[in-house]
């Protein structure tokens, strides 16, 4: 992968064969990232995409494996025990049409761009057992309850 930095900006260009995903936890360390936002844009031809299914309490996955234009990638990096943890929604576009849902893995097959911004917020995962996910935690957050 080749990165470059300006203050809480990070461009990060993933080499073809990489891993997107795995990119971005090696970026969080060797950066020391706390926390940041996602957005980017590609090609891949080994995306494996997912949709989580509330009663079962765990993703559906399934394998993409032609070419696809990545028209959007979305998401966040924060921690859970310490270690990187991604969160991605991916959309995918090639001849069967538009495809999308949270992104486990892609290979870059023709190139992606991304774009990082870190914060200085450290947010950790911990588990969310009404649903069965990692949700956002933060020390001393503000808590404002909304009516419903």
């Known amino acids: ?41 590609g090609g891949t031809s080994d995306a494996k995409i997912g949709l989580y299914d509330l009663d079962k309490k765990k993703y559906d996955f399934r394998q993409v494996n032609k070419f696809s234009e990545i028209t959007s990638i979305v998401g966040n990096l924060s921690r859970k025990n310490g270690e990187p943890y991604v969160h991605l929604h991916v959309t995918l576009f090639n001849e069967d049409g538009l495809t999308g849902g949270h992104l486990a893995s892609a290979t870059v097959s023709a190139t992606a761009e991304i774009y990082v911004t870190a914060t200085d917020i450290k947010a950790e995962r911990e ?9 956002l935690a933060f020390e001393d957050a503000k808590i404002v309850k909304i009516n419903k």
């Open 1 to 41: 992968m080749v990165y470059k930095r300006s203050g809480n900006a990070i461009i990060l260009r993933p080499e073809l064969g990489e891993n997107i995903v795995e990119c971005l936890k090696r970026l969080m360390n060797e950066e020391g990232l706390l926390s940041a936002s996602v957005v980017g844009i």
């Open 127 to 135: 588990a969310y057992e009404p649903l069965g996910l990692n949700h």
